[in-house]
């Protein structure tokens, strides 16, 4: 996402990382108590994956991810007049960059080709690394582990 | 006792029930996204989500450390 977003970012195109509540908190980073507490999680999480995009923190209630679909990594391509391009369950950079490209092309000949906008839907379909997730949770605490897993 | 929002432990069932929840979602492509303002980490800075469309595409990715 990172680097999609480099190389976007001469096509007018933003990009930023909606900060939510943890996923799947544990001993190490716990749920959110406080803003505080989400800054100091949200500062971890730019440093160790070297982000470059604006975070942009909801606030502690969550108003704004709950308002969107309450999911854990979603992502949306939202255009101007705040019409929704793209919206989907996960975050697939191949997906992303395919739709980004469609909404590029189509927004810049909608007047010359008079293009009509009407709405699809597609089943897609991911491979979740399962040691790099066991990783991220083990990072996380051993409750973060159970939690998931189960006690074993 | 209801799952909190900011949840001290991650409930398999509940969340996945999120999931389900969102192909009901009314904020379907067409649609237009609500605005709220969120706090930009690097300036403490208020921003508000339509500033991010007001001049083009915005790539919105929610999620966090964990």
């Known amino acids: ?152 | 006792m209801g799952h909190d929002y900011n949840y001290a432990v991650f409930d398999m069932k509940a969340e996945m029930g999120k999931f389900a929840e969102f192909q009901d979602h009314p904020l379907h492509a067409g649609r237009q996204a609500p605005d709220y303002p969120l706090e930009e980490l690097d300036t403490a800075n208020t921003v508000h989500m339509k500033d991010l469309w007001a001049s083009g595409l915005v790539v919105i990715e929610f999620g966090s450390f964990t």
Do not use: C
């Open chain 1, 1 to 152: 996402m990172e680097s999609m977003a480099a190389r976007y970012a001469d096509r007018s195109v933003r990009s930023a990382f909606l900060y939510t509540r943890e996923a799947h908190p544990g001993e190490h980073y716990r749920h959110h108590t406080s803003m505080d507490v989400k800054r100091h999680h949200a500062r971890a999480f730019k440093d160790e994956f070297d982000v470059k995009r604006a975070i942009l923190l909801d606030d502690l209630d969550g108003t704004a991810h709950r308002a969107y679909g309450w999911l854990p990594n979603m992502t949306l391509i939202i255009g101007p007049g705040g019409i929704i391009h793209y919206k989907a369950t996960w975050t697939d950079p191949a997906d992303i960059e395919d739709a980004l490209n469609y909404a590029l092309d189509a927004l810049a000949r909608r007047v010359k080709d008079r293009l009509l906008p009407y709405h699809s839907e597609r089943l897609k379909w991911r491979l979740r690394d399962e040691d790099k997730f066991r990783a991220r949770l083990e990072k996380n605490g051993p409750q973060a582990v159970t939690d998931f897993y189960g006690k074993r």
